[in-house]
């Protein structure tokens, strides 16, 4: 089951008020994802966000297709929410407040997954 890995470049110095922001962060109602057709196509697996100086990274668990993994969170309001309250944080500013805006950050913000190991 993959994982991705979504970088943002934040401004240093401010690590516990954006982790306050995380911890205020509400989940997704359902962990199904769907493809364009709106046909099931996987599972959101699980996340986590990770900070230090200006880097934070908010990693991805899931099954199924990437692009279905941003097309569930560009839809979420707690993601929009999230994305808002963070923006004063933020070294460089990006519109995510449209689907379309939101899928292209994600798009160009993915980093290159070079190795994923997994138990067998």
């Known amino acids: 089951m993959p994982y991705a890995a979504i970088t943002y470049k934040v401004k240093p110095g401010h690590e516990d008020e954006i982790a306050d922001i995380f911890a205020a962060f509400r989940r997704v109602d359902s962990p199904v994802l769907y493809d364009e057709e709106g046909k099931e196509s996987g599972r959101l697996l699980g996340t986590a966000v990770f900070i230090k100086d200006e880097f934070m990274v908010r990693v991805i668990h899931y099954e199924g297709d990437l692009a279905d993994v941003a097309r569930k969170m560009a839809r979420h309001p707690g993601v929009h929410d999230l994305e ?31 190795s994923q190991l997994s138990g067998s």
Request: proline share 6%.
């Open 84 to 114: 808002g309250r963070l923006a004063p944080y933020l070294a460089e500013q990006r519109d995510t407040g449209t689907p379309e805006g939101f899928g292209e950050y994600f798009r160009n913000a993915t980093m290159r997954c070079i």
